[in-house]
């Protein structure tokens, strides 16, 4: 449930490793007025998200392979590093956000703080939307619009059609504004959609979908801070999108009441 993917009581995380907010870089950016007519193909959209999640990568820690989190996650998405056709990659981000998100070149990132509050159900059902939104392009429209944001183009490079290389600070600003992009309502909805079918043709608790988008809910109620509102602005309407999820599941018989939702008081992942 993109952007992926928010600060939270749970600040620490195991072996002693202090968590730290994501690092998603302060560069500026310029835009010209011509940059919207710059052509972007699907390759131009994997290229560049590839970029973003590779400085990612190395300015944010990422759980090792023995590492709790890892070895989690791992357990629950194994058998889904080929889904649909996509060809994905899965780390862990040990920071405070409570976020995910999925990119165009198949990388799929969990925040160490949302697994600390989401259950397994819940945490199939988060990466099974932003999944949606790889496999329905919303990735690619999300990556060109940060990387215009991120990059200083002349209206000459911006009308030869040329996606321009990239500095160091500049791909920091692209990673920002992807993981700050929000998609339309429309996009949301299809992306609620896949996660709900990933769940059920993988004989998953599709009820996790909907206890999911509650405990966002519930995390939104007067919250301030940052990180939150990061996930938040991007998954608007959690209380309704949870009680499409139940209809749907009623509907197909596939509904068992999970009871109260609340935010767990000791990190689930162990």
């Known amino acids: 449930m993109k952007r992926i993917i928010v600060c939270l009581l749970f600040l620490g995380t195991v072996n002693a490793v202090s968590a730290q907010k994501i690092n998603l870089g302060k560069a500026a950016g310029v835009v010209s007025k011509g940059a919207k007519a710059l052509t972007f193909t699907n390759e131009d959209a994997i290229k560049l998200s590839k970029e973003s999640v590779?400085?990612?990568?190395?300015?944010n820690p990422v759980a090792g392979p023995k590492d709790p989190y890892t070895v989690r996650l791992n357990k629950l998405f194994g058998k889904h590093k080929s889904q649909d056709g996509l060809a994905l990659n899965y780390k862990v981000y040990k920071v405070k956000d409570i976020n995910a998100f999925a990119c165009a070149d198949g990388s799929?990132?969990?925040?160490?703080?949302?697994?600390d509050i989401m259950t397994d159900d819940e945490i199939l059902a988060v990466i099974g939307h932003e999944i949606g939104h790889v496999k329905n392009q919303d990735t690619k429209d999300a990556i060109k619009s940060a990387y215009m944001k991120a990059a200083a183009l002349d209206a000459a490079s911006s009308a030869s059609g040329t996606v321009a290389a990239l500095n160091e600070s500049q791909v920091g600003k692209m990673a920002n504004?992807?993981?700050?992009a929000s998609h339309s309502?429309?996009?949301?909805?299809q992306a609620d959609t896949y996660s709900y079918d990933f769940m059920k043709a993988n004989n998953y608790n599709v009820v996790g979908a909907y206890s999911a988008f509650k405990k966002l809910a519930l995390l939104s109620e007067g919250s301030t801070q940052t990180g939150?509102?990061?996930?938040?602005?991007s998954h608007p309407d959690s209380e309704k999108r949870a009680q499409a999820i139940k209809k749907r599941a009623e509907k197909d018989g596939l509904w068992k009441d999970p009871g109260t939702i609340a935010i767990p008081k000791t990190k689930l992942t162990k």
């Open 228 to 233: 939150f509102e990061k996930m938040f602005n």
């Open 185 to 189: 309502k429309k996009q949301e909805s």
């Open 54 to 59: 590779d400085w990612m990568d190395k300015n």
């Open 177 to 180: 504004d992807f993981l700050d």
């Open 108 to 115: 799929v990132r969990v925040f160490s703080s949302l697994m």
